[in-house]
């Protein structure tokens, strides 16, 4: 049984309440480097996986894309993304991001932000998106970083007075489920290692074209060191690939 965190009442209503969630892409640190690696979006068919809110269905449909369609698990996602998109380039749909079957060729980019990390087999997944694209098209998905998956206890190892020390990384062979406290407790990610990120890739036929480790910008490193902190240890991994 696939988690669906995103649809129970108290996540969601913190999950609303991140900087992300109320101001959308440009509260989003990675998306600078995310939105780089996209490319032309004119008269291209796009798909979202894991949507969420819509935000990057939005974005690609204000870049003049044909069609836009988002995936996602929890129908209280669509429906705040529904609620935010006046749209008719843009459908969509409420099932697993793993559970697609779109037909061959459907779609020139297909793009995820943050949600592969959810997916217990990302080797299917990969072979799926590979055969909805089309020949030439791009995959660019972001995820949390291996460094940041590792272990169960995603935090900060911190002396008796509350500073951060390092930040540890543990069992980072052992891949497989991991039952972290993100907003609330039990919430179920996957870890894999950057290793095999890019095999799964290749093994399913497609050319890497950029790996990413986005680092915070220099506007957000004014605000302060806890900030700061996160240039101490990779967050997120953002690969763009192509069939």
């Not at 409420?94 to 060729?105: G, Q, R």
Request: aromatic share 12%; net charge negative; charged share 25%.
């Amino acid at each position: 049984m696939k988690q669906n965190k995103y649809d129970d009442a108290a996540f969601f209503s913190a999950y609303e309440q991140m900087p992300r969630s109320i101001n959308g892409l440009e509260a989003a640190g990675e998306w600078p480097v995310f939105k780089a690696l996209i490319p032309e979006l004119s008269n291209k068919h796009v798909l979202d996986l894991g949507c969420g809110f819509g935000w990057h269905c939005r974005y690609a449909s204000g870049q003049q894309a044909s069609s836009v369609i988002g995936v996602d698990i929890s129908e209280k996602m669509l429906q705040k993304a529904r609620e935010k998109t006046n749209d008719p380039a843009i459908s969509y749909v409420n099932m697993p991001v793993e559970d697609i079957s779109f037909s061959n060729s459907q779609f020139d980019v297909v793009i995820s932000s943050l949600a592969f990390h959810y997916v217990k087999s990302f080797d299917v997944l990969c072979k799926k998106v590979y055969k909805c694209l089309k020949s030439g098209g791009s995959f660019i998905f972001s995820v949390e970083h291996p460094i940041f998956t590792s272990r169960n206890e995603q935090n900060w190892y911190i002396d008796e007075q509350g500073n951060r020390l390092h930040w540890p990384v543990d069992n980072y062979q052992e891949e497989g489920r991991r039952e972290t406290n993100f907003l609330t407790e039990n919430v179920v990610k996957y870890h894999r290692t950057f290793s095999t990120y890019i095999n799964d890739l290749i093994e399913a036929g497609f050319t890497l074209h950029a790996v990413k480790e986005p680092t915070p910008t220099g506007e957000m490193l004014k605000n302060g060191p806890a900030m700061r902190d996160e240039l101490r240890r990779p967050m997120f991994m953002i690969i763009s690939a192509v069939k």
